[in-house]
């Protein structure tokens, strides 16, 4: 018996070992192809494995008014997930429906599926949580949803409520994994709401990369500024597998800050909707422009929508129109300057010319008459003075002053002025008449077979404020990068001078006589409280390849106060025939200039200057970016080169102002001056416990409160 046990134990003992022996055999055998034999093959697969690189994407820059209010930035929010496959879902026996019903009704209460729920009753049992929460539950386990979304675009403030619900907070606890889950997102918000829409823009999801991209206004014309640069990421051999390794770092975008002012842009919205509204506009455009710098302070378009509404639509104030008379200051001023003319009380017979006629009257006209009753005749026949000849020279001459070339303002959808140059010879070869040439070149001299964006026609006006300095308008200001200020003072010519500040005077002084002379054509926009000037412009738009004379754009571009030019500003307005630019668009710049002088903001003194120096844009170029990424994205030919500070704006050795921004970025900006951040809700900041502009001390604690 003893001796059968032991032989049976010996025979057990053989086979392990052999099994063994066999699986160490299969082991040497593995190693030896592995290593060996199809080394190579393992070796190629590895090295694919590892060249494998991600796209880190980089947080996208703000998008700043010029006081340094936010009026584009981004959020970190998060959709909510209940995941009903979850295992220790699946495991419960007999869900206690009391507990269902409880998470059915603080979703409703918190996070209801639609808006007013309760006063809809009919559609309350539809589209309740409780209804859905029943349908999901009653399925079989391995059917129910893997991500049941609770709600979307929260803070982790709502994670955290949603986790302590009647059922899921039953999950709590050690060794528990909670079936409540967090998808993160980063969204871009505009805490101004529709404000300047337009000119701000928006972003856009590609489908294709899942990157965020500007579609319009500044987000789109400044995207690879706003964007940043991509880190990547590399995979590499870690200890427990595989994982990502990041070889390079993203670098975040610039923080645009930009030339609008809130209040004005406020101010410019209200008086434009007031006028279309009470003119019954199908549209209306308004722009509000410093003289001295260029820069673009305020720009509103408005759009009579389908439901009889008005909203902000398509940025027309860099789309191209017929102008009608607001060309005729254009054109007195290239006359004044060619010595066409020589003063402004000099006489130019105003009678029938080129299929034209005066409806004012005919006889003699000065200059200032001519301009202040918008005479067609008179305007003709000045510029026939230079240009009877050689039509195609008014081009040239327009050319000459730079009123073709491209603006780079930072707004997408920029056009440029259209106006034929009359050659004798058309595309085809055919001969063109030096009639209808003189016809053209008639109707050209006073606004019409022209197309100008309001923009450019406002740009000219502003030069004419300005002593002739063409200055370039735009709405950048500066840039904000990680560090510090990469600051850009874009305050560049499109002509150091367009016209001698003689001309400019000479034209000044027709143009005021629109507004204050006895037949001016703008005479409601007087006000005696602040001088305006300006030129009223009226044109009939093409509909159907017919003008549509149902219709009227109404136009209105001058500057205040007269004396001393602060600002330029011009309203076009498209409307029904019967009222007059008059009454719509010069109300606009009205009553702008009177809410500016109500609110003090006409009483500075311009600061411009005629040092050089200030002719070329200063760049100081982060580490990050080649100066000139920066210079071409912004259409600056030269700029000169200095150290970046890394202040912020802010002076030195005081606590920076981070009100407005999102939490990453006031972080960012508090830690590099030396404080101890604490953050207190979610969203954007709005108050810290240290005010601005005190005495910082490094290593001390600020409070950030935050709210969405």
Request: proline share 5%; with cysteine; hydrophobic share 35%.
């Amino acid at each position: 018996m003893k001796q059968n046990n032991k032989t049976h134990i010996l025979f057990r003992y053989a086979i392990i070992t052999l099994a063994f022996l066999l699986f160490s055999i299969a082991v040497v055998v593995k190693l030896i192809d592995t290593t060996v034999l199809t080394a190579p093959e393992w070796n190629k697969r590895a090295h694919k494995e590892l060249s494998q690189t991600s796209v880190i994407p980089p947080e996208r820059g703000n998008i700043l008014a010029s006081n340094g209010n936010i009026l584009a930035c981004n959020l970190k929010v998060y959709d909510i997930k209940l995941d009903l496959r979850h295992n220790k879902v699946m495991k419960q026996n007999g869900i206690p429906w009391a507990k269902i019903d409880s998470l059915a009704d603080s979703l409703d209460y918190h996070y209801p599926r639609i808006r007013n729920l309760k006063q809809h009753p009919d559609t309350f049992k539809k589209y309740s949580w409780h209804t859905r929460l029943k349908k999901e539950f009653d399925k079989e386990p391995n059917k129910r949803p893997r991500a049941l979304r609770l709600t979307a675009k929260k803070t982790l403030e709502d994670f955290e409520r949603i986790r302590n619900f009647p059922y899921l907070k039953d999950f709590k606890g050690r060794g528990f994994r909670i079936p409540v889950y967090k998808e993160e997102k980063n969204v871009r918000i505009y805490p101004y709401g529709r404000m300047a829409y337009r000119s701000i823009g928006r972003v856009n999801e590609s489908h294709a990369t899942g990157e965020f991209h500007g579609y319009s206004g500044l987000e789109k014309d400044l995207d690879t500024l706003l964007y940043g640069k991509p880190g990547v990421a590399k995979k590499v051999a870690l200890t427990s597998g595989i994982g990502n390794w990041m070889s390079q770092a993203p670098v975040r975008g610039f923080d645009i800050h930009t030339t609008i002012d809130i209040d004005l842009q406020d101010m410019l919205e209200e008086e434009l909707l007031k006028i279309c509204q009470d003119s019954k506009a199908e549209w209306g455009t308004a722009i509000l422009m410093e003289v001295a710098t260029g820069e673009i302070k305020a720009i509103s378009n408005i759009e009579l929508l389908k439901d009889g509404t008005y909203g902000e639509a398509l940025n027309r104030a860099v789309q191209a129109f017929e102008p009608g008379s607001v060309m005729k200051p254009i054109s007195l001023m290239i006359a004044f300057e060619d010595g066409l003319v020589k003063n402004v009380n000099d006489t130019e017979d105003c009678s029938p010319f080129q299929r034209t006629s005066d409806p004012h009257g005919s006889g003699r006209k000065t200059m200032k008459q001519i301009i202040e009753q918008s005479s067609n005749t008179g305007i003709a026949r000045v510029i026939f003075r230079g240009y009877e000849q050689k039509p195609e020279a008014f081009y040239d001459r327009l050319a000459s002053i730079g009123f073709f070339e491209p603006m780079h303002t930072g707004i997408a959808g920029e056009c440029i002025p259209r106006i034929r140059r009359l050659v004798d010879k058309d595309s085809r070869g055919n001969n063109i008449t030096m009639t209808s040439r003189h016809l053209d070149l008639a109707r050209q001299a006073y606004g019409y077979n022209t197309e100008i964006p309001p923009l450019y026609a406002l740009s000219v006006y502003n030069a004419i404020a300005n002593g002739g300095k063409y200055v370039r308008p735009h709405l950048v200001r500066a840039l904000i990068d990680e560090e510090g200020r990469d600051s850009i003072l874009p305050i560049s010519y499109i002509r150091d001078s367009i016209c001698s500040r003689a001309t400019a005077s000479k034209v000044r002084q027709c143009i005021r006589e629109v507004v204050w002379g006895e037949h001016g054509t703008a005479r409601l926009v007087r006000d005696d409280r602040v001088e305006v000037a300006g030129k009223t412009g009226t044109a009939y738009p093409v509909e159907h390849g017919a003008y549509n004379t149902s219709k009227r754009r109404y136009a209105f571009a001058g500057f205040f106060p007269y004396e001393q030019p602060l600002y330029s500003c011009m309203a076009l307005v498209l409307g029904p025939s019967g009222t007059s630019a008059n009454r719509t668009s010069g109300q606009v710049v009205k009553n702008m200039a009177v809410k500016m002088y109500a609110r003090g903001m006409l009483n500075n003194s311009s600061s411009f200057t005629t040092s050089k120096t200030e002719n070329t844009p200063v760049l100081a170029a982060s580490e990050a970016y080649d100066s000139r990424e920066l210079t071409s994205s912004l259409g600056i030919p030269k700029a000169r080169k200095v150290k970046a500070t890394k202040s912020n704006g802010n002076p030195a050795g005081c606590v920076p102002n981070v009100v407005g921004y999102d939490a990453p970025t006031a972080v960012r900006i508090l830690e590099s001056n030396g404080l101890n951040v604490v953050l207190r809700g979610s969203g954007r900041v709005v108050s810290q416990s240290l005010p601005k502009g005190s005495p910082l001390r490094h290593g001390g604690k600020i409070v950030l409160h935050l709210k969405i």
